[in-house]
Each structure stands twice: as structure tokens, then as C-alpha cells.
């Protein structure tokens, strides 16, 4: 068994859509999706269509309403991990609050996911 290395909680969703944005100036790419997981420190994101460009470390916009409230947000980050044709992991562009991270995963897992807990052999 192949165990993940991770700091942070994993929190696993189902049916949170989303859009990944990729800004080719002077158009913009837009490509729906779906949340896998959520963490502290990124996203990942299953998008509907394979992307032909090479992604890896590209900023990117994922666009999402929060399931709960109807809040429509709009997440920065950089594409960290190419994970398949059609799978992407993104780290978040700039740090965001803990609180604002914690009601974040709270309103997304709230109904629409589970917690997958940190490895206990992470050494960071």
C-alpha cells in the first residue's frame, strides 16, 4: 500500500462543480470541472475535458459556488501536480486566513464530503 505524505487534512467532495480559467491574452479558456478534494494547502480538480497545454506551474483561476450559501468564488493558485490528462493539483496563489480556510472546508464538506486524515509519516 502506497501511503501519501501529507501535513495537511484531505477533504474528499462529491458533486462540487467547478471552472478551471486559463488566461491565453487576449482570450481566456474555460473548463468545467469537478472538486475531488480540498486541503489546507491546495486543490484538486477533475476537469471534463483533457487540456493539450502543458500546465506545471501555470497560475490559474478555479471558479466555484460554495454549495451551502450560493457564494460564488474565485480561487487563484498555481498548477503544482498533472496528475492524468484531465486531473490537475493546485497550491493556492497567496496564503489564505485560517478561519477563512476552515469555514471554506466547512461549508464544502458540510454535505458534500469526508475528511481523509494526515499521514502519520509526514516529516515537515
Not at 460564488?72 to 480556510?101: R, W
Amino acid at each position: 500500500m502506497n501511503s501519501e505524505r501529507r501535513k495537511h487534512s484531505r477533504f474528499l467532495l462529491n458533486g462540487v462543480s467547478a471552472t478551471l480559467t486559463l488566461c491565453y491574452p487576449p482570450e481566456e479558456i474555460q473548463i468545467p470541472g469537478e472538486i475531488i478534494d480540498i486541503s489546507c494547502s491546495g486543490i484538486k480538480i477533475q476537469l471534463s475535458q483533457p487540456i493539450l497545454q502543458n500546465l506545471d506551474g501555470r497560475n490559474i483561476n478555479i471558479q466555484l459556488t460554495m454549495p451551502e450559501s450560493g457564494i460564488p468564488l474565485t480561487i487563484k493558485g498555481l498548477i503544482k501536480h498533472h496528475l492524468s490528462p484531465t486531473e490537475y493539483g493546485l497550491h493556492y496563489g497567496t496564503p489564505i486566513a485560517e478561519e477563512l480556510m476552515d469555514e471554506f472546508i466547512f461549508e464544502c464538506t458540510k454535505s458534500h464530503g469526508r475528511i481523509t486524515p494526515p499521514s502519520p509519516q509526514y516529516n515537515h
